[in-house]
């Protein structure tokens, strides 16, 4: 094994952490903890138990440097594997990092399992590029290689997708604790007299800290008669005199009080704390102070890092050397230095902790705004959350950014405090404040969604606002339209003006404003154009917008967690299958962990659940069920305690439990009614319908349903008129006149067939079977309605003799005549003439060709008679193929199908090829149901149906082509790479398609041509 492996040094010791990790040992391992924790023994024990070769580089400032990075890397490879066939670093490679360490690790790793360790990472910067390298570089399966990063810091962002894959193990200090046997094994080890030290006492006083424990065991050692260490009696206070005596006794008076006024500031720039401590400029006291003493260094930005054992030591035994009072003289130094130098943040928090309110309400008057338009107010938050109540109330521009940062992460009490600070700003005409105050509290109340109603008296001063923000800039118009659309679209999307709101918000979501504003407008637009009106064509616009320009990492937490919620929400509406929506489901729930903002879930969970029980997926709805009981507790939010009365109830309708299912519907449409949001009403008031109609009560079915129909119409939702309307439909086809249900079928299958709606919630997949079967007869939307049978699954709802497509002829791929789901064709010989001339017709087109020109073309051979009556008798062969006579026309002289009683796979797709209507996502789709090979132009032997085959397959390549683009436009390259992957695979090479998964490939960072296929893409 290559590496610093190959013993043991004396005071080194097995960790027995790692028994208890070596069957969860991930692909990647992050071992993180203080200095002294043992992390590099830990990591050499990992090598030792992992077997190979250990290849070992200790990181180092230089390397931040990608080029030194590379070198020092490829170096450690050839010391550790110097008989291997190493490829050797190019100077291209520096600027192409990832390839290279792909190829490096590959050759590696090729004949064995090999372990990177790379040690002391905390010794680079943050955005030192090497993390992200090496992070996109193992992005495939890791196979035989394991990677090992050890640092004093937390995992780096670059492997936080790892993390949510299940491919990386953090080892932490709580770990790496010395535990009593190998404190016993540690004493062992270390030999001598230790001094009545025990195992369990060594464990306490050293609080678990393996260099700790040596120091106490080496002190306790046989020494100088005079020396202090050798009375220690086995105590935390043992630790703090062993360090006093061992490193701070021996500094001067001078650098030990400098050293005491370092440790009561946090760790900063080396020449910020010299600033505080009011060092000229240029004095090197506190570098080489940081350089000879044990538990202070510098790490790779210049900041000075004390450990924290030593400044408890410094405060047990020197706390008279600096007062409270010099404390925080330093620190408002620092701090309004670091303001200074442009670091806000550390700035802020540093007065704050310092107590220097006046300092600190100046620089948040002066700094808040644009933090704000950065979408940091989280920094806002934690430097005057401390700040004294009385100190903020007087004045209000603090006590609007007080409330402001604290939206995100407690909505209730923000808009607690806003409500009155409206009023006061109002009354004081403090006109500047004025309308963010109002956005923010709208902002409040939306993400609350409690009680819609606290939108009334805003709506109502928006004529005064607007004239307002006129005069006052776009910024102040852009930041009303935004509020006024959130208030309205929850509240009254009925209301005069909401059209005028909508547009202008529309229009400001276009133009180039702060990051996190056209987040939170882009999250505002998809709730309304999902469940509020499901108007997919908005929805698309929005959410691609929105791909573009989010950036989790410099989102707010309700940014991001309202992000999955809608995201979700859309899928739930569009998406056929739910494979995509229960995915968004999963990872949102993941997110609003992390983020500690569960109270997301319920609204996740409801997106998930419309999917789940439309479908009639019984056990992932019961599941999610589950999920969603977990978290109400005695304070839950009422309207998720309606979203599980709601789908409880849904399901028992589905066990055919009635009354139940009314027993439970009833209260969550009273809560929906009492929250005053206009959407919900309409949803649940639809569920009560059908429950009602189910149990016979149709008369009360029906005043239900008219109140849903004319709310979802007022509301000018196209999702709501689509359910209700289906509803309604369902309630006519089983009464004594069912021609009743067409009016209600043709308004919800016009708004469903122009949105594309994958959702019919409250009508079952039995009664949505029907409806389509019932609509198909009656020609309304017939194509919609197949598309629905189809998409949706629905053919196996309907009786046998429902099958509506009487004959369906297949051209692509291979030559089929399905009836009843079955082939036609049982002979094992395949009548050749028939099959040419429906070949020929296929190619002709519904208007068919001329019965002269189609016997030249088969028979060439024969003359005028003879081909007449070969013909008339390969029309009665091909008739009685097909099975039907009406399938075959023959008129004016010309042979054509009948589309009316045949449908053919060819035909489909040319007209797919041109029909409106059709999302790229759900063209593309289609056209690769249809698209099962090449037209099967071989049967008729005529090289002229060729063209004809080359339309075909334009026809499919384009569809594929359309939705790469739209991917690619939307920011979504692993899809866009995994669907232009399919398309060459199922449709040949393509010099487009190979160019769009090329382009794809390289913003993934991963070769496309050397097996992208391998990557795993997130979608």
Same mark, same amino acid.
């Not at 479908?615 to 998720?640: I, S, V």
């Given at each position: 094994?290559?590496g610093?492996?190959?013993?043991?040094?004396?005071?080194?010791?097995?960790?027995?952490?790692?028994?208890?990790? %070596?069957?969860?040992?991930?692909?990647?391992?992050?071992?993180?903890?203080?200095?002294?924790?043992?992390?590099?023994?830990?990591?050499?024990?990992?090598?030792?138990?992992?077997g190979?070769?250990?290849?070992?580089?200790?990181?180092?400032?230089?390397?931040?440097?990608?080029?030194?990075?590379?070198?020092?890397?490829?170096?450690?490879?050839?010391?550790?594997?110097?008989?291997?066939?190493?490829?050797?670093?190019?100077?291209?490679?520096?600027?192409?990092?990832?390839?290279?360490?792909?190829?490096?690790?590959?050759a590696?790793?090729?004949d064995?399992?090999i372990?990177i360790?790379?040690?002391?990472?905390?010794g680079?910067?943050?955005?030192?590029?090497?993390? $992200?390298?090496?992070?996109?570089?193992?992005?495939?399966?890791?196979g035989?290689?394991?990677?090992?990063?050890?640092?004093?810091?937390?995992?780096?962002?670059?492997?936080?997708?790892?993390?949510?894959?299940?491919?990386?193990?953090t080892?932490?200090?709580?770990?790496?604790?010395?535990?009593?046997?190998?404190?016993?094994e540690?004493?062992?080890?270390?030999?001598?007299?230790?001094?009545?030290?025990?195992?369990?006492?060594?464990?306490?006083?050293?609080g678990?800290?393996?260099?700790?424990?040596?120091?106490?065991?080496?002190?306790?050692?046989?020494r100088?008669?005079?020396?202090?260490?050798?009375?220690?009696?086995?105590?935390?206070?043992?630790?703090?005199?062993?360090?006093?005596?061992?490193?701070?006794?021996?500094?001067?008076?001078t650098?030990?009080?400098?050293?005491c006024?370092?440790?009561?500031?946090?760790?900063?720039?080396?020449?910020?704390?010299?600033?505080?401590?009011?060092?000229?400029?240029g004095?090197?006291? #506190?570098?080489?102070?940081?350089?000879?003493?044990?538990?202070?260094?510098?790490?790779?930005?210049?900041?000075?890092?004390?450990?924290?054992?030593?400044?408890?030591?410094?405060?047990?035994h020197?706390?008279?050397?600096?007062?409270?009072?010099?404390?925080?003289?330093?620190?408002?130094?620092?701090?309004?230095?670091?303001?200074?130098?442009g670091?806000v943040?550390?700035?802020?928090?540093?007065?704050?902790?310092?107590?220097?309110?006046?300092?600190?309400?100046?620089?948040?008057?002066?700094?808040?705004?644009?933090?704000?338009?950065?979408?940091?107010?989280?920094v806002?938050l934690?430097?005057?959350?401390?700040?004294?109540?009385?100190?903020?109330?007087?004045?209000?521009?603090?006590?609007?950014?007080?409330?402001?940062?604290?939206?995100?992460?407690?909505?209730?009490?923000?808009?607690?405090? /806003?409500?009155?600070?409206?009023?006061?700003?109002?009354?004081?005409?403090?006109?500047?404040?004025?309308?963010?105050?109002?956005?923010?509290?709208?902002?409040?109340?939306?993400?609350?969604?409690?009680?819609?109603?606290?939108?009334?008296?805003?709506?109502?001063?928006?004529?005064?606002?607007?004239?307002?923000?006129?005069?006052?800039?776009?910024?102040?118009?852009?930041?009303?339209?935004?509020?006024?659309?959130?208030?309205?679209?929850?509240?009254?999307?009925d209301?005069?003006?909401?059209?005028?709101?909508?547009?202008?918000?529309?229009?400001?979501?276009?133009?180039?404003?702060?990051?996190? %504003?056209?987040?939170?407008?882009?999250?505002?637009?998809?709730?309304?154009?999902?469940?509020?009106?499901?108007h997919?064509?908005?929805?698309?616009?929005v959410?691609?917008?929105?791909? $573009?320009?989010?950036?989790?990492?410099?989102?707010?937490?309700?940014?991001i967690? @309202?992000?999955?919620?809608?995201?979700a929400?859309?899928?739930?509406?569009?998406?056929?299958?739910?494979?995509?929506?229960?995915?968004?489901?999963?990872m949102?729930?993941?997110?609003?962990?992390?983020h500690?903002?569960?109270?997301?879930?319920?609204t996740?969970?409801?997106?998930?659940?419309?999917?789940?029980?439309?479908?009639?997926?019984?056990?992932?709805?019961?599941?999610?069920?589950?999920?969603?009981?977990?978290?109400?507790?005695?304070?839950?939010?009422?309207?998720?305690?309606?979203?599980h009365?709601?789908?409880?109830?849904?399901?028992?309708?589905?066990?055919?439990?009635?009354?139940?299912?009314?027993?439970?519907?009833?209260?969550?449409?009273?809560?929906?009614?009492?929250?005053g949001m206009?959407?919900?009403?309409?949803?649940?008031?639809n569920?009560?319908?059908?429950?009602?109609?189910?149990?016979?009560?149709?008369? %009360?079915?029906?005043?239900?349903?008219?109140?849903?129909?004319?709310?979802?119409?007022?509301?000018?939702?196209?999702?709501l008129?689509?359910?209700?309307?289906?509803?309604?439909?369902?309630?006519?086809?089983?009464?004594?006149?069912?021609?009743?249900?067409?009016?209600?079928?043709?308004?919800?299958?016009?708004a469903?067939?122009?949105?594309?709606?994958?959702?019919?919630?409250?009508?079952?997949?039995?009664?949505?079977?029907?409806?389509m079967?019932?609509?198909?007869?009656?020609?309304?939307?017939?194509?919609?309605?197949?598309?629905?049978?189809?998409?949706?699954?629905?053919?196996?709802?309907?009786?046998?003799?429902?099958?509506?497509?009487?004959?369906?002829?297949?051209?692509?791929?291979r030559?089929?005549?399905?009836?009843?789901?079955?082939?036609? #064709? @049982?002979?094992?010989?395949?009548?050749?003439?028939?099959?040419?001339?429906?070949?020929?017709?296929?190619?002709?087109?519904?208007?068919?060709?001329?019965?002269?020109?189609?016997a030249?073309?088969l028979?060439?051979?024969?003359?005028?008679?003879?081909?007449?009556?070969?013909?008339?008798?390969?029309?009665?062969?091909?008739?009685?193929?097909?099975?039907?006579?009406?399938?075959?026309?023959?008129?004016g002289?010309?042979?054509?199908?009948?589309?009316?009683h045949?449908?053919?796979?060819?035909?489909?797709?040319?007209? #797919?090829?041109?029909?409106?209507?059709?999302?790229?996502?759900?063209r593309?789709a289609?056209?690769?149901?249809?698209?099962?090979?090449?037209?099967?132009?071989?049967?008729?032997?005529?090289?002229?149906?060729?063209?004809?085959?080359?339309?075909?397959?334009?026809?499919?390549?384009?569809?594929?082509?359309?939705?790469?683009?739209?991917?690619?436009v939307?920011?979504?390259?692993?899809?866009?790479?995994?669907?232009?992957?399919?398309?060459?695979?199922?449709l040949?090479?393509?010099?487009? /398609?190979?160019?769009?998964?090329?382009?794809?490939?390289?913003?993934?960072?991963?070769?496309?041509?050397?097996?992208?296929?391998?990557?795993?893409?997130?979608?």
């Open positions: 094994m290559g610093p492996t190959k013993g043991r040094s004396r005071g080194t010791i097995l960790r027995h952490a790692g028994d208890a990790l %070596e069957g969860n040992l991930k692909p990647v391992v992050w071992i993180t903890a203080p200095a002294g924790s043992g992390k590099s023994v830990f990591a050499k024990q990992i090598c030792r138990r992992s190979g070769v250990c290849i070992w580089l200790r990181a180092e400032p230089r390397m931040a440097d990608m080029g030194m990075f590379l070198t020092s890397l490829e170096s450690a490879f050839r010391n550790a594997l110097a008989k291997r066939d190493l490829p050797a670093l190019a100077s291209q490679d520096i600027a192409y990092p990832v390839d290279y360490l792909r190829r490096l690790i590959a590696g790793s090729q064995s399992r372990t360790v790379l040690d002391d990472l905390h680079l910067p943050a955005d030192a590029p090497l993390h $992200q390298a090496l992070a996109d570089a193992i992005a495939d399966d890791t035989d290689v394991r990677l090992i990063l050890v640092s004093r810091e937390t995992p780096h962002p670059a492997w936080l997708r790892f993390n949510a894959a299940g491919k990386v193990v080892v932490d200090f709580n770990t790496l604790k010395l535990s009593e046997a190998e404190a016993s540690l004493m062992i080890q270390l030999g001598g007299d230790c001094g009545g030290w025990t195992a369990s006492s060594l464990v306490q006083a050293s678990g800290w393996m260099l700790g424990a040596c120091l106490l065991l080496q002190s306790a050692m046989p100088k008669v005079n020396d202090a260490a050798d009375l220690l009696s086995p105590d935390s206070t043992d630790l703090f005199n062993l360090i006093v005596h061992e490193l701070i006794e021996p500094l001067s008076d650098d030990r009080t400098m050293l006024r370092m440790a009561r500031l946090p760790n900063l720039p080396v020449r910020i704390v010299a600033h505080a401590l009011g060092l000229p400029r004095d090197k006291r #506190l570098v080489r102070l940081a350089n000879r003493l044990l538990f202070v260094e510098r790490d790779g930005r210049d900041r000075l890092q004390i450990h924290d054992l030593l400044k408890a030591a410094l405060r047990h020197y706390s008279d050397l600096v007062d409270e009072g010099k404390a925080a003289e330093l620190a408002t130094r620092a701090g309004k230095m670091l303001l200074e130098d670091d943040g550390e700035g802020l928090l540093l007065l704050s902790s310092s107590a220097a309110w006046a300092a600190l309400k100046r620089a948040v008057i002066e700094h808040a705004p644009a933090l704000s338009e950065q979408g940091e107010l989280g806002i934690t430097a005057l959350e401390p700040m004294p109540e009385a100190e903020r109330e007087t004045n209000l521009t603090m006590r609007y950014w007080y409330a402001a940062a604290l939206l995100n992460v407690n909505p209730i009490k923000a808009r607690e405090l /806003l409500t009155p600070m409206l009023e006061t700003a109002r009354r004081v005409r403090a006109n500047e404040l004025l309308i963010p105050i109002w956005t923010t509290l709208a902002d409040a109340i939306w993400l609350e969604w409690m009680d819609c109603s606290l939108f009334d008296p805003l709506i109502e001063m928006l004529p005064e606002l607007a004239k307002r923000a006129k005069k006052q800039g776009p910024t102040y118009e852009a930041m009303l339209a935004r509020g006024a659309f959130a208030a309205m679209s929850f509240r009254c999307p209301h005069k003006d909401f059209s005028y709101w909508e547009q202008r918000n529309l229009d400001f979501y276009g133009q180039r404003i702060p990051r996190h %504003e056209t987040i939170r407008r882009g999250i505002h637009l998809l709730f309304r154009y999902c469940y509020g009106e499901g997919r064509w908005k929805a698309d616009q959410r691609t917008r929105l791909n $573009q320009v989010f950036d989790e990492e410099t989102a707010s937490v309700a940014d967690c @309202t992000r999955y919620v809608v995201t929400e859309f899928l739930s509406i569009f998406d056929a299958s739910g494979d995509e929506t229960f995915r968004a489901l999963e949102g729930i993941e997110a609003n962990a992390r500690q903002q569960t109270f997301w879930d319920g996740l969970i409801n997106a998930a659940l419309f999917k789940a029980l439309s479908l009639e997926d019984r056990e992932r709805a019961r599941r999610y069920l589950g999920l969603l009981a977990a978290r109400l507790g005695p304070h839950a939010h009422p309207n998720h305690v309606a979203f009365q709601h789908f409880s109830a849904w399901n028992h309708w589905l066990d055919g439990e009635r009354e139940a299912a009314l027993a439970l519907l009833l209260p969550a449409y009273r809560t929906a009614e009492r929250s206009a959407m919900f009403p309409v949803h649940y008031g569920a009560v319908a059908a429950v009602l109609q189910s149990l016979g009560r149709r008369r %009360e079915a029906l005043a239900w349903l008219r109140r849903s129909r004319r709310a979802a119409e007022r509301q000018s939702s196209p999702l008129v689509f359910l209700s309307g289906l509803r309604g439909a369902s309630l006519a086809l089983t009464s004594a006149n069912p021609e009743r249900a067409k009016p209600y079928l043709r308004a919800a299958l016009a469903g067939a122009i949105m594309r709606f994958y959702l019919h919630a409250w009508t079952s997949r039995s009664e949505m079977a029907a409806l079967r019932f609509a198909i007869l009656n020609d309304i939307e017939a194509d919609y309605a197949r598309e629905l049978i189809r998409v949706l699954g629905l053919a196996g709802e309907m009786p046998p003799e429902a099958d509506l497509a009487n004959v369906q002829i297949v051209s692509l791929g030559f089929d005549v399905l009836q009843g789901g079955g082939s036609r #064709l @049982t002979s094992g010989k395949l009548p050749r003439s028939p099959i040419a001339l429906a070949v020929h017709l296929i190619a002709a087109g519904p208007e068919g060709e001329a019965s002269e020109a189609l030249d073309r028979w060439p051979d024969l003359n005028a008679d003879e081909a007449r009556k070969r013909m008339k008798s390969t029309v009665y062969r091909l008739r009685q193929m097909v099975g039907t006579s009406e399938a075959i026309v023959t008129a002289g010309r042979i054509s199908f009948d589309p009316e045949v449908s053919i796979d060819a035909w489909e797709l040319m007209t #797919l090829a041109t029909a409106p209507g059709w999302t790229a996502e759900a593309h289609e056209a690769l149901r249809l698209y099962r090979g090449p037209f099967v132009y071989h049967y008729a032997d005529d090289t002229g149906l060729i063209s004809y085959e080359h339309k075909l397959e334009e026809a499919a390549i384009e569809a594929c082509t359309a939705f790469v683009r739209a991917l690619s939307a920011g979504d390259w692993s899809r866009a790479l995994r669907v232009s992957r399919e398309g060459l695979e199922r040949g090479f393509r010099e487009t /398609l190979h160019d769009l998964a090329t382009e794809a490939a390289e913003h993934l960072g991963v070769d496309f041509d050397a097996g992208a296929s391998d990557v795993r893409l997130y979608s």
